[in-house]
């Protein structure tokens, strides 16, 4: 089955699910900073902290802080995470800034629920049914039913489609019995388990019993399978994902230390500069093929090097960075203190590729363009008629070098 949506809901809860596991302590002030500065990415969903209990999940011992120190921005939903009535209690104190809205979590594996939250998954139905009708008495809407570990479990194994099946039955249950009116069901990979091969074989079998519902997938890319995933999902028509930026997270108690994280954001997304995108997605005649050939799956980070937070930036990636490639005019890089002796001094391992055009002598200040350079090499007359010069048909001058660069990089990581 192929129906992809016509638009997607991307929903970022890095702040909540990294912050929770992530080595600490994370100040209050970063929290808030990055929250911020989530908030100027154009994203419209962003879950901002847990209220648990801060033995359990230290790092969200400053939720409150947290919410009272950041700035909110018109058109945002910004949400928060709560298990109990506790939870829900401190959450609604900031009604006014947070989205208030609750659900019906189960998990698909008895094993997890044990691990998890230290109850059987029959406990844990009756403890979701009188929260149902908690949220309700405090007037929270609940439309949503949370499958976790619906692609398989490292306490259980495999989790078949019909487990996923009766636990959303379980859920609906509930939801009759409280007269709530569900409309989304979201299926959690919460122990990377899944494969597109499972996200459509489970997909399919829940589609094909309720077509009318909206569902969304929460990824984890445990395997290194996030985005693989989330593809196979859009087939299948899912129109919400949740992710983190640089993803961040992972479930604490998934029993897989160290594991990553959450589908990245970024991965997710395509980040391209804004308006209007990559500017190579326009460009026509022999460059009609750059985008597609070049940059669909580029990511990018726009930073200025005239700037000292800039500068530090880059400082700070090249730290940890295998292979740094520029091509700026000779000497620029040195003058923005990025040049090769800099960084090697943060990190003696990196590889340093500086792509140049002319080199010292008479035109060393002039752009090398790729069509003057075939031209003074004679290599665009060479392709034309007598008279009638023509260019090679490709930026090869262009092309070539970074063949070339990239030939010694791999050459130069080879030998390290």
Not at 85 to 114: D, H, P, V
Not at 145 to 155: H, L, S, T
Not at 350 to 378: M, S
Request: hydrophobic share 40%; glycine share 12%; aromatic share 6%.
């Amino acid at each position: 089955m192929t129906d992809l949506p016509s638009h997607v809901e991307v929903h970022e809860e890095g702040p909540r699910e990294g912050f929770q596991i992530e080595p600490g302590p994370i100040s209050t002030a970063d929290k808030v900073r990055l929250i911020e500065a989530l908030s100027e990415t154009g994203l419209r969903h962003i879950q901002v902290c847990s209220f648990v209990n801060p033995r359990l999940v230290p790092g969200w011992a400053d939720a409150e802080a947290v919410v009272q120190g950041f700035k909110a921005k018109p058109g945002i939903e910004y949400t928060g995470l709560w298990f109990n009535a506790n939870g829900l209690e401190r959450a609604l104190a900031f009604r006014t800034k947070l989205t208030i809205a609750g659900g019906i979590a189960l998990t698909a594996s008895e094993g997890f629920t044990r691990k998890n939250l230290n109850r059987s998954n029959a406990e844990n139905i009756e403890a979701m049914r009188k929260q149902t009708l908690l949220h309700l008495s405090h007037g929270v809407p609940v439309n949503r039913i949370g499958v976790m570990a619906a692609f398989g479990c490292n306490y259980q194994g495999d989790i078949s489609p019909a487990q996923v099946v009766s636990t959303i039955e379980d859920g609906l249950k509930i939801a009759a019995d409280t007269g709530v009116q569900i409309t989304q069901i979201m299926l959690a990979d919460t122990m990377g388990w899944a494969t597109p091969a499972r996200i459509e074989r489970v997909l399919g079998e829940v589609r094909a019993r309720w077509p009318q519902m909206q569902f969304s997938l929460h990824l984890h890319d445990t395997r290194g399978l996030a985005v693989a995933n989330a593809h196979a999902g859009l087939r299948m028509g899912v129109s919400r994902f949740d992710s983190t930026v640089g993803g961040l997270g992972g479930c604490p108690f998934a029993g897989q230390k160290g594991a990553a994280g959450n589908i990245c954001t970024e991965e997710l997304v395509k980040v391209e500069p804004a308006p209007h995108g990559d500017h190579t997605r326009g460009l026509g005649g022999f460059a009609a093929g750059f985008f597609a050939a070049f940059n669909r799956s580029k990511r990018s980070l726009a930073l200025d090097l005239k700037r000292p937070e800039g500068q530090r930036a880059i400082h700070r990636l090249a730290a940890t960075a295998d292979v740094v490639i520029e091509n700026y005019g000779p000497g620029t890089m040195e003058r923005l203190g990025c040049g090769y002796d800099t960084l090697a001094k943060l990190n003696p391992r990196l590889v340093y590729l500086a792509l140049k055009g002319y080199l010292a002598g008479p035109y060393e200040h002039r752009p090398a363009l790729d069509e003057v350079v075939q031209f003074q090499v004679g290599l665009a007359y060479m392709t034309g008629p007598p008279g009638q010069p023509l260019r090679a048909g490709a930026s090869i001058i262009d092309i070539l070098g970074a063949v070339f660069g990239v030939v010694a990089a791999q050459a130069a990581l080879r030998e390290r």
